[in-house]
């Protein structure tokens, strides 16, 4: 069943041509160039998504943007801006516009990929469920000669079973040359996959580029379902959530931020607070996790997993706080991606004087990237921006000092520190952190209260006793002892 847009624009021609273009996706739409259409067209029908253009007259785009808040709740409004001057004033702020419903705001001029974009974004797992193509064919293996290029893979152990796929799966038989042995809408059984793992030998599975977001957000989905499960462990929730971040990051690192991909990252950073919330063995994973894969992409959940178990330390953590600073973990490192890809996983020490001075820019650039975009908070850009700024001022961009530096900022830097470490050394977390401690030079940097805390990551709840001397709302206190 197709999924159903209204289109509500002054303007009959671009009604017309990008009906014509969402027609091509296999949208079905329909068009109004009024508002009071608009409404009656919403009375009569049921849509997926309204794109709706502020300037429509006769109930203007904010009338209709009000009754739909009334009357549709829950309804997708895609609101359309003719220039960025529109949304200065306080009546119009982009702020207003999503507490009166915007679920996403499109300032012109925008092209068609873009708003396809946007409208993939607003797509939930049902929706992505329901229009998927179902096979129903037999399942045959077949062999492709596609470039490696299309491609992105997933560690076989970390691929979800038992659920539908949503696309086609491979396997790699050498350079170039991939098998497809999963077709989307294809169940794929843990008994198969552990005969491709266990007789064939096959460590990844592979897909193509384009189906990633898909990926990101069905497996995204399936572990916001058990995050919060006793049944399964703790390591197994990092598994899943480090596979779904490394795709995420991933995608944005190759495709931009998209709107789908900052949807994805806030239900990420959920699911990273489910797990510090719930997880009372999360001591023991956050111990011994090594992740000594060199790519950008593991990077960036590494330092988003240890960054947020410290700040649940804190006496003035609160779930906002730890889901706005995953947020800012996750996409810490953006502004390399305006950095020549060789300089990505180099680190300062391997620079040239030229290269260093690049780098040292990268916060300047993710501000310069997230500045344009309307669902990402002032917060995070602030955090992301101070990332590598220093306790004792020898950071960069701006060489801030003390209290000038975000706590959370402080944080990021000092797991930054810690995840090469652990690379570098091939040592686990506390190891790495002993390392930095130990290091005058280093731990200088940090606010002394954080590494602290973060000593307290590594401890066994159920060995501290009941009287010692934490914050209140330390994970580090189990719950039930706290009360007895
Ligand atoms: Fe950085
Ligand atoms: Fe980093």
Partial sequence: MALKILLADPSNEWLASTSAYLKQLLYEVEIVNTGKKA????????????????????????????FVRTKHVGQRVVVT??????????????????KLGASEIMIRPFTMEQLKDVLEGQQSIDDLVKNIP????????????????????VKIEEFYTGKAILFNVYIQLGPNKYVKILYSGDTFSLDRLNRYKNEKGVKYLYFHNADRRKYIQYSNYLASKIITSDKVSGQAKVKMLKATA?????????????????EESRQLAKNMYELLENQQDLFKVLKEFQEFDPNAYTHSYSVTFFATAIIKQFEWQSKVMIETAAMACLLHDIGKIKMPKELMCKRPEEMTQGELELYKKHPLFADEILSGNLMI?????????????YFDGTGFPYGLKGNKVLTISNIISLCDDLVHSMLKDQITPPEALKRIILNERLVKRYNSLILENFMKVFVDPAKVMKNHPLPSNSRMVPKKREAS
């Fill in 134 to 153: 179902k096979y129903t064919g037999s399942v045959e293996e077949v062999e492709v000669a596609e470039s490696d290029a299309n491609f992105t893979r």
């Fill in 246 to 262: 490394e795709k995420l990051i991933e995608e944005v690192y190759s495709v931009g931020l998209k709107p789908q991909a900052v």
């Fill in 377 to 389: 908070g002032q917060n995070i850009r602030q955090i992301i921006l101070q990332h590598h700024e």
């Fill in 39 to 66: 409404q009656l067209a919403l009375y009569n029908g049921e849509f997926f998504a309204v794109v709706l253009n502020l300037d429509i007259k006769n109930h203007s785009g904010l009338e209709v943007l009000k």
């Fill in 81 to 98: 801006v003719e220039n960025a001057e529109m949304l200065k004033s306080e009546e119009l702020s982009a702020e207003k516009l999503v």
